[in-house]
């Protein structure tokens, strides 16, 4: 499943000039004075159980070392051979 999640950029660190002003001005972030950030929706992938596994499973200079659920999203640890 894929989402899109709001991600807070403070104040101090955007780039009110920059790249941020651009995204303010094209509707592709808000301001949010209240938090003192620029929001921006994060594109977030949600693996269903043994979807990575899959993925990586032709791999042959990587192994799988652990998988664990975690933030509500499922996670793999690979180690390169």
């Known amino acids: 499943q894929e989402y899109f ?8 660190r ?10 303010l ?8 004075d209240k938090k003192g950030a ?6 977030y992938h949600v693996f269903v159980e043994g979807e ?4 990586v499973a032709g791999m042959s200079n990587a ?4 998988q664990f659920y975690d933030k ?3 996670c793999i640890v ?4």
């Open 78 to 81: 690979l180690e390169k051979l």
């Open 38 to 43: 620029v929001v921006y929706n994060r594109y």
């Open 72 to 74: 509500s999203n499922w």
């Open 25 to 32: 001005e094209n509707g592709f972030a808000k301001k949010d």
């Open 5 to 12: 999640v709001p991600w807070h950029l403070p104040f101090h």
């Open 14 to 23: 955007a780039e009110i000039s920059g790249a941020s002003a651009a995204a």
């Open 52 to 55: 990575l596994q899959r993925l």
């Open 63 to 66: 192994t799988i070392v652990d």
